[in-house]
């Protein structure tokens, strides 16, 4: 079992930066894709962004530019540095992992495994 834990969230105002961490357990962290996810109210879970084992990435539309996601396998954290914040940026914003060692990353929320409990981030304009 996979543990995911995420943390960095809270409140900026509009055009200000975050950056969200994951920390994920497991020896075969290397060897795992990651994604962030988001859900706003009344909103589907949809992808912001995501990381392959090889450093292949996914950037949504609406963050690319501001958003950078990197790894660190040595401490077996993944991050989410967000900048330029905007109001429609407000969510909670999910980490989730997969085993793959493979160069795929993954954008749909079915294709992760587990879950982190989510962290809030809220964007105030």
């Known amino acids: 079992q996979v543990q995911v834990v995420e943390s960095g969230g809270g409140l900026v105002q509009a055009g200000g930066s975050l950056k969200l961490s994951c920390a994920a357990s497991?020896?075969?962290?290397?060897?795992?894709?990651m994604g962030w996810f988001r859900q706003a109210p009344g909103k589907e879970r949809e992808a912001v962004a995501a990381i392959g084992s090889t450093y292949y990435r996914y950037y949504a539309d609406s963050v690319k530019g501001r958003f950078t996601i990197s790894r660190d396998n040595a401490k077996n954290t993944v991050y989410l540095q967000m900048n330029s914040l905007k109001p429609e940026d407000t969510a909670v914003y999910y980490c989730?992992?997969?085993?793959?060692?493979?160069?795929?990353?993954?954008?749909?929320?079915?294709?992760?495994?587990?879950w982190g409990q989510g962290t809030q981030v809220t964007v105030s304009s």
């Open positions: 989730a992992a997969r085993s793959d060692s493979g160069v795929n990353v993954y954008t749909r929320p079915t294709s992760y495994d587990y």
């Open positions: 497991g020896r075969t962290f290397s060897s795992y894709a």
